[in-house]
């Protein structure tokens, strides 16, 4: 026995304190102490007459090294070489003579020393010695008994915490079904907070009320001497209900009497759960197996039938019970028996077979069976046999109208493909093949290769469409989707697909058409566009024609007020200002009509070079000296029947814009020369009609743009730069002057990789007339003549009466043509000439005219 290092509890001190008294008085000691061992560490539970911290050292030694009964004593401890030196003895308390016994317990370990001892030299008596060593017994059964307690708590202790830590729940029961002990586990199972809550109550009340007359009857067994279990469901306190299996024993006392019942009690809700589904799982399972519409076979290994559901005899035409007396071989034709066996070997290997065979019903007929066969894990087989006779027969009518259909569309351009929805296998012909760049042979015939070419952007939506028809839900299936081709590029495809049903009129095949469409998307779409841009011309030009009556009057009035008004007048630079105003609203306006096609053009012959070199000093100014301006001008003849202020325009605009592109410099390329446009071109540039053109081509070496921006730089208004930039006006105006003047501009650009605008106008070989510069000054413009204005406008006419006027005329004025044509018939004077707007409400200026 080792003596526990922790210190003793007052009662043990007492105790100890009172067997060392007895020790000191029995041997007429002054001084007397209770010396234990433990481990390497001595200490004193009891000491008298001194107050010394440690033993001497050679009591200690001797202590280790004595036998049971051996008893230490020292008359004089100076004349012992063992304590001689100890500072017991030549210090306080100056020990003259020691004695004392070992506490040696029954394993032989040596727990420490009774010691008495005198400051005198001295000897003990017999009476004294056996005092001493049954005192010394004493102590050792003392601590004998504090071993024996601390060992009992440890194991107390530690039974508790297994106790608690047990997952499974543990309980004391009376008699009556009283709580007199639970872990927390059950605790947690009958959802009480703490145990003081189900202290003494009865287990009773939480069972679920079925099951209280059988847990009262284990109960009753248990006290009764005999173990016992039941499963049974509790209702916790906070209301969930669980599933518990119990195993309940009694507990004896030392007499043999049964005093508590012990329960130990297991969660089983969720295998409960699992049985339970497991149970409604076979019962459906079993509920498939007879409501399938196709025949499922079991048989053993001798191929004799052991189960088969509904469909099957209904199948076969024989009764459950007489097909069971059967086997397989005897429904089957002799022409398949030979390979029969072939089967089951390949079966037992693990492999699932599907096959067909030839099967006879009880009245001798015959049907095709599609077969798929397993072997289960107890060594029987399992077939699921489906009657293929109907399908065989409507796949070589499909195969016959797939000849017909073939031979039709062999001479068309349709792409034909056949998908087998049962077994996943498509066919694509040869035409659907080619129309995105491969041969027969290089392409696969799979479900995959038609999903990985769609557009990822397409897939879910012609999926769904799909998907759809296949179910049911839309009774056909078309779908337009981008097509990858073999170069990379998308084309266009418009499929479409016809079902083939089967015997339950379901899908069990799907026929279909691809269609490249492509070139007709392209020129929807351009047609799209030009409708679009025709539109917003109609609209811009409209409301610049009104913008530019109201110019005239602005601007009008301004220079009449201009001639009229010294120079050194104070509200002559006002005039001004309005006028610069006006002027810059002019140009606006006529852009809004050369993009709207409505401006009125002066066309005469032009020499597109001498156009280039006239413009070049102007164009070096305007796009700045970082950019370099390079011409390649034609030495052929390049001329075209255009008016040149507009072409200036144009390479004005698209001079300025490619030097925008370029913020950090570059070069701005110039070119002329003929070309002869032929079919092919016509046709991937709708506008274009074939013929000898002459092409002016402005590129650039800036940023480039992307398909997006590409396709809307023609639009009114439609700017990349930022607000306050730009009108959006200047790429629309050179689309719409190249189409008033019969042309065509094609754009190339690629994001990095800069611009290329080309202009095609119709080649004339004429050469240029110039006209002549009318040198007439303003001031000498005067007449005497009549003149009559025509204009629904009153201000508009107002200004030009007075400027008429002005200049010496006789100046008739009307609103309409009608009240023109009155005032015609009134007058008696010659009219000698007609100025008439000509758009005018009622009757317009060719009218009145006419």
Known sequence: MTPAAAELSAEAREVFDGLTALAADACDAPLALISLADGQRRWFPSDIGTSVMDAPAAVARWAQTAAPDEMLVVPDTTADPRFADSPFVTGPPHVRFVAGVPLVTAAGVVAGTLCIMDRVPRALTEAQTRALRVLGRQVLARLELRRRSVELATRERLLAAIIDSEPECVKLLDRHGALLMMNPAGLRMIEADSFDQVLGQHIHRVVVDEYREAF???????????????????????????????????????????????????????????????????????????????????????????????????????????????????????????????????????????????????????????ASAKQLPDGRFQSVVRDVTARREAEEALRESEDRLRRAVTAGRVGLWDWDLQTNEVYYSPEWKRQIGFSDEEIGNTVEEWRSRVHPDDLPRVLERLDGFVSGTEPAYEAEFRFRHKNGAYRRILAQGSPVLGERGKPVRVLGSHVDITDRTELQMRLLQAQKMESIGRLAGGIAHDFNNLLTIINGSADLALLNMPREHDLRGDLEQIRLAGERAATLTRQLLAMSRQQILRAEIVDLNAVVEQMQSLLHRLIGEDIQLALTLSPEQVHIQADPSQIEQVILNLALNARDA???????????????????????????????????????????????????????????????????????????????????????SQPGEGTTFRIYLPCVDEDPRRAQADTTAAGALRGTETILIVEDEHALRRLTRRFLESWGYTVLESGTGQDALDLLAQFDGTIDLMLTDVVMPGMNGRELAA
């Open 662 to 748: 370029m913020p950090d410099g570059g070069v701005v390329t110039i070119e002329t020369g003929r070309v002869e446009l032929d079919e092919a071109f016509a046709a991937d540039h709708p506008t274009a009609i074939p013929g000898p053109h002459v092409v002016l081509g402005i590129s650039d070496t800036g940023a480039g743009m992307d398909e997006v921006t590409r396709k809307r730089i023609f639009e009114p208004f439609f700017t990349t730069k930022e607000l306050g930039k730009g009108t959006g006006l200047g790429l629309s105006t050179v689309y719409g002057i190249v189409k008033q003047s019969g042309g065509t501009v094609w754009v190339e």
């Open 216 to 370: 009262q009857s284990l109960t009753e067994q248990v006290f009764r001497g005999t173990s016992g279990s039941l499963v049974y469901q509790v209702t916790g306190l906070k209301g969930t209900t669980r599933w518990l299996e119990t195993h309940a024993v009694p507990l004896r006392d030392e007499h043999g009497a049964v005093t508590a019942l012990l329960g130990i009690a297991r969660d089983i809700t969720e295998q409960t759960r699992v049985e339970q589904a497991l149970r409604e799982r076979e019962a459906s399972f079993r509920a498939l197996f007879e409501q399938a519409t196709d025949g499922i076979f079991v048989c053993d290994r001798d191929m004799t039938f052991l189960d088969v559901n509904t469909a099957g005899c209904a199948m076969t035409g024989y009764p459950r019970d007489e097909l069971l007396t059967r086997r397989a071989t005897d429904l089957l034709a002799a022409d398949d028996l030979p390979r029969l066996s072939q089967e089951v070997v390949r079966l037992g290997s693990g492999q699932v077979l599907t096959s067909e065979w030839h099967v006879q019903r009880k009245d001798g007929s015959r049907f095709i069976a599609e």
